[in-house]
């Protein structure tokens, strides 16, 4: 069992940085593919980022590349995501996923196995 907790989240203003984080329990997180989707009430979930297991690949949405910046450190079983230049438009729940399958990164929800509860980001215009 893989136990995902989001922290990071809050209000900030448009063009402004955020920096999200997820803590993973377990010893065996660097076999894990990590991604980060985002979802608002009413809306469907939205794949954001991805990262491989050793943090050599990544994949971003189309919306978010450029600004937004996925990272991991396997050393403290914890995977972060940077969000630069934030947008209204960026404001959802942004939650981490692990996949324990796959060794690069899916867009895909079904394919990740384990979800944390998700944390809150503003974006006021």
């Known amino acids: 069992q893989v136990q995902l907790v989001e922290s990071g989240g809050g209000l900030v203003q448009a063009g402004g940085s955020l920096r999200v984080s997820c803590a993973a329990s377990g010893r065996t997180f660097s076999t894990y593919t990590m991604g980060w989707f985002r979802q608002a009430p009413g809306k469907e979930r939205e794949f954001v980022a991805g990262?491989?297991?050793?943090?050599?690949?990544?994949r971003y949405a189309d919306s978010v590349k450029g600004r937004f910046t996925i990272s991991r450190d396997n050393a403290k079983n914890m995977v972060y995501l940077q969000m630069n230049s934030l947008k209204p438009e960026d404001t959802d729940v942004y939650y981490c996923?692990?996949?324990?399958?796959?060794?690069?990164?899916?867009?895909?929800?079904?394919?990740?196995?384990?979800w944390g509860q998700g944390t809150q980001v503003t974006v006021s215009s």
């Open positions: 990262i491989s297991r050793s943090g050599s690949v990544t």
């Open positions: 996923a692990a996949d324990v399958q796959r060794s690069i990164p899916s867009s895909g929800g079904p394919n990740y196995h384990y």
